[in-house]
Every structure is written in C-alpha cells, then in structure tokens.
C-alpha cells in the first residue's frame, strides 16, 4: 500500500516556476514507478512526467519537455516536479502518481495508487 501527498500548487503568473512535491508513505515506495498527470477542466487527465524506480530514467510529454523535471529522492520518499516557464495551458489539478512493480508509464491506466491533487494556476 502506498499512499501519496503532494504539495507545492499555487498561482504563478505566466514564465515563472513552482516546484510540487509528492510525499509517499509505504516501503514499496523505491520499488516503484513514479509519474506526474494533470488534468484540465473538461479535459481528460493527461501524462505529464514519470521516472523509473531508481531515477535513472525519465520521460516526458512533448508539451512539457525542456521547460520540467522530474526527480526524486527515495531516501526521502519523495518525489518532484520542478515547473519553469509556466504558461497559461499549464493550469490543471496535478497527480502523483504511483506504480508498483518498477516501470515508468505515460498510461493513467497502469498506476495503483494516486494522490489527491494539487492545483496549479498559471496567470497571463
């Protein structure tokens, strides 16, 4: 069992940064596949980033790649979302997102456990 806390969502204006945490509880935490969703009014959730169990790899959707970073710290159970250049498209609800066995996914539908959510705004 893995349960998820993420922090760090607020209101930022258009180019700045925010960095959101995600607190894991459980000792499967470093065995597991970590990923970052958001998810827009009306629209469907979305993959934003994911990293292997050890951080040795990492993936990220086309319309975020070069601007965030995902990371994490498993000695701290935690994991992060380094945001830069925020954009206004950027505004959603942002999940943590856990998958047990190891191996990143972009697919909602392969994670087991799931944070409630913290909002990002992006002001123009």
């Known amino acids: 069992q893995v349960q998820l806390v993420e922090s760090g969502g607020g209101l930022v204006q258009a180019g700045g940064s925010l960095r959101l945490s995600c607190a894991a509880s459980?000792?499967?935490?470093?065995?597991?596949?970590m990923g970052w969703f958001r998810q827009a009014p009306g629209k469907e959730r979305e993959f934003v980033a994911a990293i292997s169990w050890s951080g040795s790899r990492s993936y990220y959707a086309d319309s975020v790649k070069g601007r965030f970073t995902i990371s994490r710290d498993n000695a701290k159970n935690t994991v992060y979302l380094q945001m830069n250049s925020l954009k206004p498209e950027d505004t959603a609800i942002y999940y943590c997102a856990a998958k047990i066995p190891f191996g990143a996914s972009r697919s909602v539908g392969d994670y087991d456990y799931w944070g409630q959510g913290t909002q990002v705004t992006v002001s123009s």
């Open positions: 459980g000792r499967t935490f470093s065995s597991a596949a």
